[in-house]
């Protein structure tokens, strides 16, 4: 530790049956979220079979009625629980210990309880076939009051870490009057103000339109208001699931390595700049849907590429850090640092891995992202590409990656197989990687997204889809991959859990950084402002950059929802199927 370092103050480290019950907590989070992926990442090799002309739902029957009842409760349980939980625990797990300050547990077992609660009712209206309205629950479909009461209470419950978040800073902030927060503290924190501003959106379209129209306390809704209230949040929601991967990343990934983080005040750079662009952005979702200028739409393909580049700033530093990693492990030539990192632990694995599967991701979103491109692919299986190559592989192998140290650092068990969790994150990156290119290519095909084209007749469905029918097989195959991945991870997963060898619990992998010393911890040296960089300082008025954002959202959507309210269409609620 350099010199000019002073010494700790006087810490009050946290009791053990403190810690004990922190770890408990976070332990229910990560279980809870992972038994809902298993669910909703089992059924998804159905939706893959469906588009390579299989057709296995009849043979599901009484379980499940449709191809659209499985892919509703394929989006809900992995895009909202699985990733909810993971990320409401770790954002304030991560940040506690990094603090060395207790989180207030009666806010986070209550986030917790309202998504248990939120969770059960959503399950129950998808399961009794009632609410087969997908993820999006676009109306005029029209689902179950459970279905809507249910995701009210999840999105209620999701915002409860903020409170926490903010608690912990303040309470280190007057132990560490003038340092910059400790960085994961600081990327939880950001992340977290921008999910709790964004979820405006999708809150108020819940609870003034679809709770009390599914009730029948009014009977017709403006689906473009609700559409737009909708991807107010849905579009920050994606990275509400991507910054805490990028937690992983920049907080941690670096030690796990061996090495160092290439910066620290790129990491906050990257978590500002996210937070003001993705709150105005959400229409770029609805560049096909009427009642946007040629103005506005040109405008949000600006800040559609302007919210890509913090992941361009990611590519870079990530790439820094990996190779200086690897360069420190022998690795010589132009890729042969990236041989040379630790590929034998499977948290690093998984997380490298999910970076290359980026790549590709990130570059579909930026096809999304311009508006005559956009109007190609739109409602194709493309986009279910992208976002199975985004928040399918870099989140949600992430998440793997990381449960493979948490469960040891948390249970004092080790994995019962290394193996198999490498051939769980090798098989994860193959199979999402084949389903992905697949359904790109094919929507390329025109082949539309969210269609039981398996039910078609046979003729029909050759007459319509055999141009595209080797991505259409690839579709397929990539599906079957990733169930064999789920097996291997499961396996570890709930393996582990239950029959882990005792060993001593590992500490949490917080990394370092290069250059200045950003923060540290209570247990660590005070770091005295004026040995923080300029960027990490300018960085560190969150309400200021919150204000900033939430301004510059408001000033987009202000015109949007004006024009709709003035020519409203109300139209009453419709069930498909
Ligand atoms: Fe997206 C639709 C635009 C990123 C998720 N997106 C979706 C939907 C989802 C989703 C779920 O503009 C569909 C929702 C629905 O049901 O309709 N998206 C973008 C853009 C980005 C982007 C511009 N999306 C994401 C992420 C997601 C996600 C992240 C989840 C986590 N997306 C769109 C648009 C639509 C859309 C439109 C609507 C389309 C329509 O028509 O409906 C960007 O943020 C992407 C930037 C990323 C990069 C990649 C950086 C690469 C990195 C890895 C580096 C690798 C290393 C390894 C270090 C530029 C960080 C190096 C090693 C070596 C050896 C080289
Ligand atoms: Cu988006």
Not at 365 to 372: I, P
């Amino acid at each position: 530790m350099s010199a000019h370092l002073s010494t700790p103050a006087a810490v009050a480290v946290p009791r053990p049956d403190v810690l004990a019950a922190e770890r408990r907590m976070m332990l229910a989070f990560l279980v809870v979220g992972f038994s809902a992926l298993l669910l909703g990442a089992g059924i998804g090799p159905l939706q893959a079979l469906n588009y390579s002309g299989h057709n296995l739902y009849p043979a599901l029957r009484p379980f499940f009625q449709s191809y659209y009842q499985g892919l509703t409760i394929h989006g809900v349980m992995n895009g909202y629980v699985f990733t909810f939980f993971v990320i409401c625990g770790l954002l304030v797990y991560l940040p506690a210990r990094e603090l060395g300050i207790t989180p207030n547990m009666t806010l986070w077992r209550g986030s917790f309880v309202i998504m248990l609660i939120g969770t059960g009712l959503v399950l129950a209206a998808m399961f009794d076939n009632s609410s087969n309205v997908l993820w999006t629950f676009y109306p005029p479909l029209k689902g179950s009051p459970l279905f809507y009461f249910g995701l009210t209470a999840l999105g209620l419950g999701s915002t409860l870490p903020l409170p926490i978040l903010l608690q912990m800073r303040s309470a280190w902030k007057k132990q560490r009057p003038g340092e910059v927060t400790p960085l994961v503290t600081y990327m939880a924190l950001i992340t977290m103000l921008m999910w709790d501003v964004s979820t405006i959106g999708i809150m108020t379209e819940l609870v003034i339109q679809m709770d009390p129209w599914s009730l029948g306390l009014i009977h017709t809704v403006d689906p473009a208001i609700s559409r737009t209230l909708y991807w107010l949040t849905g579009h920050p929601i994606v990275y509400f699931w991507l910054m805490p991967a990028y937690v992983s990343w920049y907080g941690l990934l670096a030690n796990q390595l061996g090495g160092r983080l290439a910066s620290d005040a790129m990491g906050r750079l990257t978590f500002v700049l996210m937070l003001i662009f993705s709150l105005p952005v959400g229409s770029h979702h609805q560049f096909a849907d009427p009642g946007f200028s040629p103005i506005w739409r040109g405008i949000l393909v600006v800040l559609t590429m302007s919210v890509a580049f913090p992941s361009l700033i990611t590519a870079f530093t990530m790439g820094l850090t990996l190779e200086f990693a690897g360069r420190k492990r022998g690795g010589k030539g132009i890729l042969g640092w990236f041989k040379a990192l630790p590929w034998g632990n499977p948290s690093v694995t998984a997380q490298v891995l999910s970076m290359l599967t980026f790549v590709i991701g990130g570059a579909s979103g930026m096809v999304n992202g311009s508006w005559q491109l956009d109007a190609v692919v739109h409602n194709t299986t493309f986009i279910p590409g992208h976002f199975h190559m985004t928040v399918g592989s870099v989140v949600a192998m992430t998440f793997m990656g990381m449960a493979f140290w948490l469960i040891p650092h948390l249970t004092g068990r080790a994995l019962i197989s290394r193996r198999l969790a490498l051939a769980a994150a090798w098989l994860w990156f193959i199979g999402m990687s084949t389903f992905g290119i697949g359904m790109q290519t094919a929507g390329l095909y025109g082949v539309p997204r969210r269609a039981w084209v398996s039910a078609l007749p046979h003729e029909a469905f050759h007459t319509l889809y055999g141009a595209a029918h080797i991505p259409m097989a690839l579709i397929g195959i990539g599906g079957v991959i990733l169930w064999l991945a789920m097996i291997c991870f499961y396996i570890v997963f709930f393996g582990s859990l239950l029959f882990g060898r005792k060993i001593e619990a590992p500490a949490i992998p917080f990394a370092r950084a290069f250059g200045r010393s950003e923060s540290y911890s209570l247990e660590r040296p005070a770091v005295p402002s004026e040995h923080t960089s300029s960027l990490a300082r300018a960085m560190e008025p969150v309400w200021f950059w919150t204000g900033v954002a939430t301004l510059i959202c408001a000033l987009s959507y202000v015109p949007i929802f004006w024009s709709f309210l003035r020519h409203m269409t109300l139209s009453p609620g419709w069930v498909a199927w």
